[in-house]
């Protein structure tokens, strides 16, 4: 027997529980996603996982650009005027320092803070705290950790609530809801219809998350990114 074949008998059946799990994301199917735009990356040596990580981070920007048009952004960036220009070409003008203000203290650990807006209701302003995530299926152990961390940085902004909030879903689906008893889950077309008067559809954005992506994966194609 030679080596080889010695290296394949140890080698069997070590292959036979390889079961992948499916993807638990919904970013591929917002964006538009196609088995084409998959192997373009394998041709060029990307990879997919840090694809939907940075979307989901460019989707949370786009967010929160967006309640910022609609005046309803509590984490905005603070510019504060810290003195003057005393030489150069700005000599004499406002020195001005950006502080983010997307960060809250819970316990003794600085927690991010996807989005926190402020939706006028007839009972007042309601200060709504949102977990933004592009995937919710979590085990049970992490799933109490997560809900836990989302109500505790609700309560370190005085927010009225806390949720869950999938951008790249339109609406939730009954049967992931019910998997939450405990606490609130919105997609972005759930959002939008809590906003008096949004100009706003999830149909809009989604259309701008796909235009997006073709236009990304054409200028891979190109080698232009």
């Known amino acids: 027997m030679t080596n080889y074949e010695v290296l394949k008998n140890l080698a069997t059946g070590v292959l036979d529980d390889l079961n992948p799990g499916k993807i638990e994301s919904y970013i591929d199917e917002a964006y538009g996603l ?3 735009n998959y192997i373009l990356l394998v041709k060029k040596n990307l ?8 979307l989901g981070n460019q ?5 929160n650009k967006i309640v910022s048009h609609l005046g309803i952004n509590l984490i905005e960036d603070e510019v504060i005027v810290v003195g003057k220009y005393k030489k150069g070409e700005k000599k004499g003008q406002d020195k001005v320092k950006v502080v983010k203000t997307n960060k809250v203290k819970v316990g003794n650990k600085n927690r991010q803070v996807d989005h926190y807006i402020r939706i006028k209701r007839k009972d007042g302003v309601w200060k709504l705290y949102l977990e933004s995530k592009c995937n919710v299926v ?3 152990e992490k799933k109490g950790e997560s809900n ?6 609700a309560k370190a902004l005085g927010a009225d609530e806390g949720v869950y909030f999938i951008p790249v879903l339109k609406t939730i689906p009954p049967e992931l809801a019910a998997q939450y008893p ?3 889950i919105l997609g972005l077309q759930d959002l939008f219809d809590l906003i008096p008067d949004c100009p706003f559809t999830a149909d809009m954005v989604f259309e701008l998350y796909k235009e997006f992506a073709k236009e990304f994966f054409a200028k891979l194609e190109k080698d232009e990114v």
Do not use: G, H, P
């Open 182 to 184: 405990d606490i609130k």
């Open 34 to 36: 196609t088995q084409e």
């Open 148 to 153: 836990a961390k989302v109500l505790a940085v």
């Open 138 to 140: 979590f085990d049970t």
């Open 59 to 63: 989707t949370e920007i786009l967010v």
């Open 47 to 54: 990879s997919l996982q840090s694809l939907r990580i940075q």
